[in-house]
């Protein structure tokens, strides 16, 4: 009998790649937040280092050679997340412009491939005052199906997914 293997086992998930989730990566498990993170280390080391530290960190975590093994597995999929922190997403409406003009951008490319499931803005978004979110995933879908009205677009709850009150009454649709 040959062994099943689900689809995520199959789907290398680079979370770590612009966002520094250690709990994910490493052994012992370090819970917190990339902020957390961020400040233990800083405190550790010092603030320069650790701020050198990162730099490096997003510069190498993924190298071409990281790719081409993926490929020599036979994979043909990965999930490449981006931390909108790095955006600096809720600081000013510009800087949500950019990435809605990057989304629109990605979804203009692989808007006719066929083995795009869907697009995921924001993955477990924690947007502070709990009032701009709303208006950032309404502006961004709108964007996407300007160019893309074929494909999904998954949005997840405020404060890492877990609050969904602000969607309301949200009912599944389809727009024409």
Not at 5 to 33: N, R, V
Not at 73 to 94: A, M, Q, S, T
Not at 105 to 133: C, D, F, Q, V
Request: charged fraction near 20%; aromatic fraction near 16%.
């Amino acid at each position: 009998m040959k062994p099943v293997l689900s689809l995520l086992s199959c789907q290398p998930e680079l979370a770590s790649l612009q966002h520094a989730e250690l709990y994910l990566s490493t052994p012992a498990g370090f819970p917190g937040c990339e902020f957390q993170i961020r400040e233990a280390l800083a405190e550790a080391i010092g603030q320069e280092k650790s701020e050198f530290f990162f730099d490096k960190f997003l510069e190498y975590f993924v190298q071409d050679e990281d790719a081409a093994f993926f490929k020599s597995l036979g994979l043909n999929c990965i999930r490449l997340p981006f931390n909108y922190r790095h955006f600096e997403v809720w600081n000013h409406k510009d800087f949500q412009d950019r990435v809605i003009y990057l989304w629109t951008s990605l979804a203009s490319h692989y808007k006719s491939h066929k083995w795009i499931a869907g697009y995921k803005p924001l993955n477990e978004p924690t947007e502070p005052t709990r009032t701009r979110l709303l208006s950032f995933y309404s502006a961004v879908h709108t964007a996407i199906h300007s160019v893309d009205p074929d494909h999904a677009i998954f949005f997840d709850g405020n404060a890492f997914a877990s609050d969904f009150s602000h969607f309301g009454d949200a009912r599944v649709h389809r727009q024409p």
